[in-house]
DNA sequence: GCAAAAGTGTTAGGTGTACACCCATGA
DNA sequence: TCATGGGTGTACACCTAACACTTTTGC
């Protein structure tokens, strides 16, 4: 059987990972400056190459908690890019994945160790090869899905506030929102938790703590419930 | 340079495409029955070997073309996957994408020669390792993105009647539709350009032919314009 | 007592959906 | 002339978007 394949080219594949958090009303990614050749110096998302015995989701995994420190991040692929020339010197197809992640769970010391820094999404200059346009092609489909999936609940603490999660939205679709529509669709779709806490950190009065209930949400996803935010 | 490189696992990259095709009023899918080993004789989906020297649209438009005798088809990558054990003997990485094509273009001498055939998608049975995924995968995607993008029209030949482009619709979203809210939505859209010509093959009336206008929609999408089918 | 953020309802306009009849033509 | 599919308009329900004031509390 294995004879079939041997007239077959194999190819190095690797992984590229856009981590994403949320810190002060902004969207940031973890990017890295190289520190060997090539392209020594430049800034670049963190990558892995796919091990022969090793799936694409455990090499994304890996390679996320070697950046970040953390485990079990929410994660989605966003494709997988083969130009013959993309990356230099060698042919390397590389599949691309984001994370979601909560900041407060990043270890920091990671952040010396890798050369590593957050950018605001905003502000990422020129990276290197396709990079760029990985990014690009992430904040698409990311968009997309956090307004038809409640998957922007990873980007926050396990507890948050309402003003905490619009403004998560806002810096997500770069657009400012009304306050009371907010709540009231969040509230209508009866998939947060509300918490007798509140976190008085952002004002005098304080504002109550929410948990997302993922029960209640896959409950309501049976019959039929269409979700949206924005 | 390469250096860098040399102590990485090389891996197998393969392509499949699930070639969607429409006819009676159905979504079809391009099967094959194979022809060697391994697994001779049962359906799988059309596939190839990413060569060194080919980017991942290059190998897929090469077994399109192999397979149905097109070129130039509507195409989008569904996703890679890469599971240690999801094919058996050796380790590939496969690449999936589906292509939608005019089924009056096909080559149906292809048909013979690769032992294929067009099977509606809702009665294709079981397929070699995890092709069945793929096709799952496929037809959620497919759907999402015909909702919200004018692609369907790929399915169609260039002229076309509205009765035909609603049964389109009514085959890919599995629901009858009515007609005078379908017709207003499309011509809200103001994307299609009316024909003098009449397809009189399904009635003695006839129904009027149009064709996509590429320019005006594109010119529409400039000014912030969002699209919804159903 | 005041500054600063949290919290709360209503209305108007627009969009989606349900629904029934006439038209054109070939046989 | 009749059977068959093509083509057309309206009314109601629902959802979205705009909008301003009161509450709480630490200082």
């Not at 963190?46 to 090793?54: D, K, P, Q, W, Y």
């Not at 999660?165 to 009866?190: G, T």
Request: aromatic residues 12%; proline residues 2%; hydrophobic residues 35%.
């Amino acid at each position: 059987m294995t004879q079939f394949y041997l007239q077959e080219d194999k190819l190095y594949i690797s992984v590229d990972c856009i981590i994403l958090g949320f810190k002060e009303n902004a969207i940031n990614v973890l990017i890295i400056k190289r520190k060997f050749e090539p392209l020594k110096g430049e800034r670049s998302l963190m990558g892995g190459f796919v091990r022969m015995n090793e799936s694409l989701d455990e090499t994304v995994s890996r390679v996320i908690s070697e950046y970040t420190g953390i485990e079990g991040v929410y994660l989605e692929q966003v494709g997988a890019y083969g130009d013959v020339g993309r990356d230099i010197g060698e042919r390397v197809v590389s599949v691309v994945y984001y994370a979601l992640i909560d900041m407060e769970l990043f270890d920091e010391k990671l952040e010396k160790k890798h050369n590593a820094e957050w950018i605001n999404i905003h502000n990422v200059g020129k990276l290197i090869l396709d990079h760029n346009r990985f990014l690009d092609d992430t904040l698409k489909l990311m968009k997309r899905r956090t307004a038809t999936r409640p998957v922007g609940f990873n980007l926050l603490p396990e507890k948050f506030t309402l003003p905490q999660l619009q403004s998560l939205y806002e810096a997500i679709y770069q657009k400012s929102m009304d306050k009371r529509n907010f709540r009231k669709k969040i509230f209508e779709m009866d998939i947060l938790e509300k918490l007798d806490e509140k976190d008085k950190s952002a004002s005098k009065r304080g504002a109550y703590y929410y948990k997302f209930n993922k029960e209640k949400y896959d409950h309501r996803l049976e019959d039929g419930f269409y979700f949206s935010f924005i």
